[in-house]
């Protein structure tokens, strides 16, 4: 009898993990062009006759998705996701044991006609965290820089002096495939060529799984890849015309620049090398007006004069993958450089610079005098990586990347004001330099358990090292004796350590109509800044640390009607970094001292977000997001009076800021051949605090406006049309004035779409517009007054040219820089 039981349980236990285990339809979903797993496609199971529903599941972040414990028979199944078309498989034959349908591709876009398809790729796809736009449609970036990329988003504008903004503040973070580049944000998409870029998401509420750094969320960045073995080589071109307006600067603007990239795929190994020079010049000019008021005595000092950049970029990468079976992937990757950014601001103070007392007209004297002034900002930089992934039977995969980073950042200042007209009369003669070295280490441990009935869930740990050295030295010359000495009050050793712990638990699922997200991270970071004069006898350790909660949630429910409504919340950290807590002066140019705030405390964010989208028939679709953005710590800059004639730039917490926005976004499409994507976002910015016992408070509406037009002449020829648009905005002491830049661009392709040629026309003037031009003004009431009208190159021509030696896709991934491109 217990011989019996004993067979019966063993025969029942077999039977009940051969259903469990091995009874399961499953496939990957991936896109069609660039081989990328589609996350959240729905997968709806229906018998195949009669046709009936009987149920859906939806990919994990794999593309992969599973039916578990079906029954013999023959099924039909349908996937969809929004922006792609739906693709049916039918009569599928389940033998009751584990049945694998491969790899499922799926075309974005809508079913037109032949010609067309190849362009009428959507512009946006909305999921349940993040926009997806596909760069592809925005021409006029063609042999530009991911800057000319994302500038034809929606939430991002950029300024006239290059400062970039997602919903109206510079606090975001950029992924490149998804890793994390702890970087400037210009610096790093300034460096990324554009033709390397296949898609952009924007995660304005990212979940746990993400560092919390960025009070505007993520830029996700994904370069152009395939799944072809083979070579692919490309080489790109770009020949800028010489400037039609030299605005007398003292030397032309020369624009120009050649990126390379070889890829090798064959079957386990994927090789890729990469090689970029640019060299991007702007001309430009500036007209200022200031005034300072001391002891009820003021001092004007108008000017105007060049304000121009050289800029040039070069670099080369090296990239292994692995894969030596479909569980594990191993990836090696080098990257390693030069760049340097070269302002130039020669200005003549007029003769009507003045003293006078501050309420009278009667001036006590005039001057005038000459001020040359050149920063050079340079970096040195070596990186590698290391990344393992390893996918388990049943699904769940564990995952672990390693990055280290060597960056030498430095670059000297020289600051002459010179007499005018005769400009050989030396008044005084500055120069400063610095040295920082900086050496960064990132270590991420993630795994992702097999999917369970309520969702997918995932768990991991980072580790960030920082040691950011700097060696600042401040010289000032001596006119009797010709020789440069160091000025004390302004030279200065800095050294900030900040280690960062953090782990994460997240949630995701989706249940009939609904979805959802939600996660929470546990951070714990220690920072220690340490000082030194220039004496080198004492030295000042300021510490400081925080153990922080950073939770996130959002929902989503899918309407009938391809309509989406969904609602967020997300908290958020911005750290600050070692330029702005380094509180030695340095000289900025003559009117001008920077430096930071020793205390400086990192900002923290909460974000509340509701938005809503909705799909429409031959590829148009809109979509609008309501948010609220409260900011703890404002980091602000600040000025105030030094002496009669500088001001003291200074970066601190001013206390507290509120946005409240709303996000618009559509793509229009009025005949077969003509498309148009806009976005708009207009938000209410509120700062409220104090500084050195000032009330600081502002309250303005601002927006900006992102049109991209695209007409398609014929299958090989496109002419498009952009326009960007920024209106005047608030700052804790001032306003930047409205900034818009028009575009043209023609393309055309030959050679079976192996040779693509781009003519630009950039800023758009003719001498009847302001455009590339905004005025910054900043003051205090019975203190000071600067106003600074910034004027750059208009009417700026650039021809790129790009071939492709074979048809096979490009697969190159390549690392970025983690931590250094941030301080540069």
Do not use: C
């Not at 414990?69 to 044991?97: C, M, R, W």
């Not at 790899?103 to 926009?131: C, F, M, P, T, Y």
Request: glycine share 8%; no cysteine.
């Amino acid at each position: 009898m217990k011989k019996n039981l004993k067979n019966w349980f063993l025969l029942t236990l077999f039977l009940y993990i051969n259903q469990v285990g091995f009874a399961q339809l499953t496939g990957k979903i991936l896109d069609k062009d660039d081989a990328t797993p589609l996350e959240y496609a729905t997968v709806a199971l229906y018998t195949q006759s009669p046709k009936k529903l009987i149920t859906g599941v939806i990919t994990n972040r794999n593309g992969i998705f599973i039916f578990d414990k079906l029954k013999k028979g023959t099924y039909a199944i349908e996937i969809s996701f929004i922006g792609y078309q739906p693709k049916k498989i039918e009569n599928i034959v389940f033998s009751g044991d584990k049945k694998d349908l491969g790899l499922l591709k799926l075309s974005l876009g809508n079913s037109l006609n032949e010609v067309i398809i190849a362009s009428e790729r959507a512009a946006v796809v909305s999921k349940i965290d993040k926009q997806v736009f596909d760069a592809t449609n925005f021409k006029n970036s063609q042999g530009g820089t991911g800057t000319d990329v994302i500038r034809n988003l929606p939430s991002v504008s950029v300024n006239g002096i290059g400062e970039i903004s997602v919903r109206g503040t510079t606090g975001f973070v950029v992924l490149l495939n998804g890793k994390p580049v702890q970087g400037n944000a210009a610096t790093i998409l300034n460096q990324l060529p554009a033709n390397a870029i296949a898609k952009v998401e924007v995660i304005t509420a990212p979940s746990a799984r993400y560092d919390p750094e960025g009070k505007a969320g993520i830029i996700n960045i994904f370069t152009k890849k395939g799944a072809l073995n083979g070579t692919f080589t490309q080489i790109n071109i770009r020949a800028g015309a010489p400037s039609i307006e030299g605005y007398n600067n003292s030397e032309a603007a020369i624009r120009y620049g050649v990126d390379a990239t070889f890829n090798y795929r064959k079957d386990k190994w994927n090789l890729s090398l990469g090689a970029s020079y640019q060299r991007n010049d702007l001309a430009g000019r500036r007209e200022g007006d200031v005034f300072t008021i001391i002891n009820d005595i003021k001092t004007s000092f108008p000017s105007d004069g060049e304000r121009s950049f050289d800029e040039e970029n070069y670099s080369g990468r090296f990239t292994v993958d692995y894969t030596p079976s479909k569980s594990n992937e191993f990836s090696v990757g080098f990257f390693a450089g030069k760049r340097s950014k070269d302002r130039r601001a020669d200005i003549v103070y007029f003769d009507n610079n003045a003293v006078q007392p501050a309420d009278s007209n009667d001036r006590l004297y005039t001057f005038q005098y000459f001020n040359e002034n050149l920063r050079i900002r340079k970096s040195d930089f070596a990186l590698g990586s290391f990344e393992y992934a390893h996918t388990f039977t049943n699904t769940s995969k564990f995952s672990t990347s390693f990055l280290y980073e060597y960056t030498l950042l430095g670059g000297p200042t020289t600051n002459r004001n010179l007499g005018f007209p005769d400009t050989s009369q030396i008044i005084q003669d500055e120069y400063n330099t610095n040295d920082n070295p900086l050496n960064g280490t990132l270590l991420r441990v993630d795994y992702e358990f097999a999917d369970f009935s309520f969702g997918k869930l995932e768990t991991g740990y980072q580790y960030r090292f920082l040691d950011h050295q700097g060696d600042f030295l401040y010289t000032r010359r001596n006119n009797s004796t010709g020789v440069f000495e160091t000025v004390p009050e302004f030279t200065s050793e800095i050294d900030l350590k900040r280690t960062l712990h953090s782990g994460y638990v997240n949630l995701s699922g989706k249940k009939e109509k609904w979805e959802y997200i939600a996660g929470i991270r546990l951070e714990k970071m220690d920072r220690k800044l340490t000082l030194q004069g220039a004496d080198q006898t004492n030295s000042e350790v300021i510490p400081y640390d925080y153990l922080q909660l950073f939770p996130s949630a959002t929902i989503q429910y899918n309407l009938k009607n391809k309509a989406k409504i969904k609602a967020a919340y997300s908290r958020r950290v911005q750290r600050t970094t070692t330029f702005k807590m380094n509180p030695f002066r340095e000289r900025e140019h003559s009117e001008t001292l920077e430096q930071g705030d020793k205390n400086l405390l990192p900002e923290f964010v909460d974000l509340v977000e509701i938005g809503i989208s909705k799909r429409y028939k031959k590829g148009n679709s809109v979509y609008a997001t309501a948010y609220l953005r409260n900011v703890k710590n404002l980091v602000n800059r600040v000025n105030e009076v030094f002496n009669d004639t500088i001001l003291d730039r200074i970066y601190t917490n001013v206390g507290r800021g509120k946005s409240l926005g709303l996000e618009l976004g559509a793509q229009l499409k009025p005949t077969e051949n003509w498309s148009n994507f806009i976005g708009v976002n207009v938000f209410n910015f509120d700062i409220h605090g104090a500084y050195k016992g000032d009330e600081i408070s502002s309250n303005a509406t601002q927006y900006s406006i992102n049109l991209n037009s695209t007409y398609q002449l014929n299958r090989t020829t496109s002419l498009q049309f952009t326009f960007n648009y920024l209106s005047d905005r608030v700052t804790a002491q001032g306003e930047d004035s409205r900034y818009y830049s028009p575009n043209l661009t023609l393309q055309r392709t030959f050679l079976d779409n192996r040779l693509s040629a781009t003519l630009q026309w950039q800023n758009i003037d003719l001498g009847l517009l302001d455009s590339n031009e905004q005025q910054i003004t900043t003051f205090k009431t019975g203190s000071f007054f600067t106003t600074t009208n910034y004027v750059y190159e208009v009417d700026m021509l650039t021809l790129n040219l790009s071939y492709n030696f074979n048809s096979n896709k490009n697969k190159s991934k390549f690392i970025e820089s983690e931590f250094g491109a941030k301080e540069f």
